[in-house]
């Protein structure tokens, strides 16, 4: 093999939310090193709650990212029930549930159709892929908009969603309010079993990292907002102890820390760990898409996880219409929250994976300290493991081609680098 240097950039990246940038170094016939470098400022999110009223958390995280506020409204909520000492009654748990699965189905349409999809079609993007596949693209906006429409009437609005405290919600819906939805989620149940059928006969490359998968599982549903958190290995702690096992680091290039087990572990956070972790968990349905599809656990393709999102959005949709054909409407809107000293954790399943908080509060019910652990933190170790062993077995392929399989690589995991997409430039270097 030529000792030339080899250098590829790909400038615009227009299906990764967020600026980084890709290195990988290659030196003959062996991958050395893979780097995701995450350049985008600072945002000081955690600095910025010092100093705020625990009531004013939720609205504040919620600003973190434009596609999934919810998973950053519930974690933010929970550790500060956990800090004050509250239980949230049954039905405002439920109702908070079908807000989150609202959240899951409009993101998991968004990654499906208009960001993943048009790697394993050979597309640029979505644009493209609606010449061919117009159907899909379409079908794809509607259930994107089926998420959008529960989220606005239970949020207040479709974007950053107003009507989430401490406690439980502002207003609760009336009974003929979410009745009113059903039509179009019957729809969105049987589009997103069509889009499990879809997907399942991708092209999907060969490559089956030995992850640890670590959810949030619960014994009687798939896990979102309750349960302990487990491993493919044998954990399961309560939320409380997630720092006595995990921590984050500084990687010299990158703005954003990443996150491993103390040990140095990498784990995978996700679709794919909760799908191996809770399989039995999902409803039948959800369950029987999954062995038609032929995927089931353990499930190791980090290319399969289009289908698994595909599998959450039956999940999504027919659990959705079931909660709506039980709900009763709660007697008050939230349990009222008073000011006291003390920590709280609270760790939620966002559609890309666990979402850790941590708030240390004083007797005013100021915030004293915050700690926020997004999922792209938590995967980004996997991602960097990921793009080495794919590099190793297609070192064969033309650097124009490899360059455009490691971003696909990258894209399996929906990596959320800020709440806007910009750029990723990708850097091969031969040696």
């Known amino acids: 093999m030529s000792k030339e240097i080899r250098t590829i950039k790909v400038e615009y990246l227009a299906r990764v939310e967020g600026e980084g940038a890709l290195w990988v170094k290659i030196r003959g016939d062996r991958v050395e090193e893979a780097q995701v470098r995450i350049f ?3 945002r000081f999110f955690e600095a910025f709650l010092r100093g705020r009223h ?6 504040f ?15 933010s909520c929970q550790a500060m029930e956990d800090a004050l000492g509250l239980t949230v009654p049954e039905p405002l748990r439920k109702l908070r549930r079908l807000l989150y699965l609202a959240e899951w189905l409009a ?13 394993f079609l050979g597309y640029q993007d979505a644009l493209q892929m609606s010449r061919d596949h117009g159907e899909m693209v379409k079908l794809g906006l509607k259930l994107k908009k089926a998420g959008n429409t529960l989220f606005a009437l239970i949020g207040g609005r479709e974007v950053h969603p107003v009507n989430v405290r401490v406690g439980g919600f502002y207003r609760v819906p009336a009974r ?3 009745a009113s939805l059903k039509d179009s989620l019957a729809w969105g149940r049987e589009a997103a079993l069509k889009t499990v059928r879809w997907t399942k006969d991708f092209p999907f490359p060969d490559l089956e990292p030995d992850y640890e998968f670590v959810a949030l599982s619960h014994p009687e549903e798939y896990a979102i907002l309750t349960g302990r958190l487990r491993s493919s290995r044998d954990l399961e702690i309560p939320v409380t102890a997630y720092e006595a096992h995990f921590e984050e680091i500084q990687a010299p290039y990158s703005h954003a820390l990443q996150s491993r087990q103390k040990g140095g572990a990498s784990y995978l956070v996700g679709p794919l760990a909760r799908f191996n972790l809770n399989f039995a968990q999902l ?4 369950q029987e898409a999954a062995r038609e599809a032929g995927v089931t656990p353990v499930c190791r393709n980090p290319f399969k996880s289009i289908v698994v999102r595909a599998l959450e959005m039956v999940q999504a949709t027919d659990e959705a219409l079931n909660l709506i054909e039980t709900y009763e409407p709660p007697s008050e809107p939230a349990v009222p929250a008073q000011p006291r000293a003390g920590v709280g954790c609270g760790l939620t399943e966002a559609p890309r994976g666990s979402l850790y908080h941590r708030y240390r509060l004083n007797e005013e019910g100021l915030i004293e300290e915050a700690k926020i652990v997004p999922p792209t933190s938590q995967n980004q170790k996997s991602m960097e493991q990921d793009l080495v062993q794919f590099a190793a077995r297609n070192l064969n392929l033309p650097d124009e081609e490899l360059t455009l399989r490691l971003e696909q690589v990258l894209r399996n995991y929906d990596p959320c680098i800020s709440c806007a997409t910009h750029t990723l430039r990708v850097k091969v270097v031969r040696d």
């Open 61 to 75: 995280t919620a600003r973190i990212c434009g596609i999934c506020p919810v998973a950053y409204q519930m974690s």
């Open 176 to 178: 003929e309010e979410l």
């Open 54 to 59: 625990f009531s004013e958390a939720p609205d």
């Open 107 to 119: 993101s998991h349409a968004l990654h499906v159709f208009f960001l993943h999809a048009p790697d």
């Open 40 to 42: 985008e400022p600072p």
């Open 283 to 286: 409803s039948p349905l959800a």
